[in-house]
C-alpha cells in the first residue's frame, strides 16, 4: 500500500533554515507529483509548493518565493522541502502529499513534521 | 487570487442527522473542488475530488455536489467518528478554504 514517511520534528532558532524529507513507498515514486502544505497552530492549510517526482519540475506558492526549494531523489524515492530565513510565524506542522500528476488533489498525505523556530 | 470561503465555522449535531458544509469561490473553478477531512493531530485525508467524486475507501455517507462558485459536502447520516475539521480545496492556486469544524 501507499506509504509516506517524513523526517521528525525539528527545533531552530530564527534566520536559520530547516531541511524536511519525505520519503514514499508502495507505487512508483515518478509518475506522480509532491506537493507541501504547511499548518499553523489553528490555522488552515497552506499550500508551499510541488515538484513532479519524474521530470523535477515545481512550482512555488509567491508567499515562499525566494525561501522554499523543493527537491528530490529518484533513487531513494524521497522530496525534499528546505525553507530558509526562519521566523516565528514559520512554526507549523509540515505536510508533503502525493498527487496525481496534472491534477490538483492529494491523495495521500505524511504524518507531518513539526517545526518549531524559537530563540 | 480566487479564494475559497467555507460556511458555518462550527457544525453541532447529533449522531444520524444530516451535514451540510459548503464552499464558496470568489471566481469560478469549474468542477475543480476536493474535500478533505482532518481530525485532531493526523494529517488530512482525501474525501472527495472533482467536486463529487468520492475517494478510494470513503464510505458513501459523504457526498459532494456544485459547480461554478458553490459547493457542498453532505453527510448523510452522522457517525460519531466523523468528528473533524473539513477543508475543501480549489485547483487554482491550490489553495484551502478555512475549514468547518463539526462537532458530534
Known amino acids: 500500500q501507499v506509504l509516506i514517511v517524513q523526517s521528525g520534528a525539528e527545533v531552530k532558532k530564527p534566520g536559520a533554515s530547516v531541511k524536511v524529507s519525505c520519503e514514499a513507498s508502495g507505487y512508483i515514486f515518478t509518475t506522480y507529483s509532491i506537493h507541501w502544505v504547511r499548518q499553523a497552530p489553528g490555522q488552515r492549510l497552506e499550500w508551499m509548493g510541488w515538484?513532479?517526482?519524474?521530470?523535477?519540475?515545481?512550482q512555488y506558492s509567491q508567499n515562499f518565493q525566494g525561501r522554499v526549494t523543493i527537491t528530490r531523489d529518484t533513487s531513494a524515492s524521497t522530496a525534499y522541502l528546505e525553507l530558509s530565513s526562519l521566523n516565528s510565524e514559520d512554526t507549523a506542522v509540515y505536510y508533503c502529499?502525493?498527487?496525481?500528476?496534472?491534477?490538483?488533489?492529494?491523495?495521500?498525505w505524511g504524518q507531518g513534521t513539526l517545526v518549531t523556530v524559537s530563540s | 487570487e480566487n479564494v475559497l470561503t467555507q460556511s458555518p465555522a462550527t457544525l453541532s449535531l447529533s449522531p444520524g442527522e444530516r451535514a451540510t458544509l459548503s464552499c464558496r469561490a470568489s471566481?469560478?473553478?469549474?468542477?475543480?473542488v476536493a474535500w478533505y477531512q482532518q481530525k485532531p493531530g493526523q494529517a488530512p485525508r482525501l474525501l472527495i475530488y472533482d467536486a463529487s467524486n468520492r475517494a478510494t475507501g470513503i464510505p458513501a455517507r459523504f457526498s459532494g455536489s456544485g459547480s461554478g462558485t458553490d459547493f457542498t459536502l453532505t453527510i448523510s447520516s452522522l457517525e460519531p467518528e466523523d468528528s473533524a475539521v473539513y477543508y475543501c480545496?480549489?485547483?487554482?492556486?491550490?489553495?484551502f478554504g478555512g475549514g468547518t469544524k463539526v462537532e458530534i
Open positions: 480545496q480549489q485547483r487554482s492556486g491550490f489553495t
Open positions: 502529499a502525493r498527487n496525481p500528476s496534472g491534477w490538483y488533489y492529494l491523495d495521500n
Open positions: 471566481q469560478s473553478v469549474s468542477s475543480y
Open positions: 515538484i513532479n517526482a519524474g521530470n523535477g519540475d515545481r
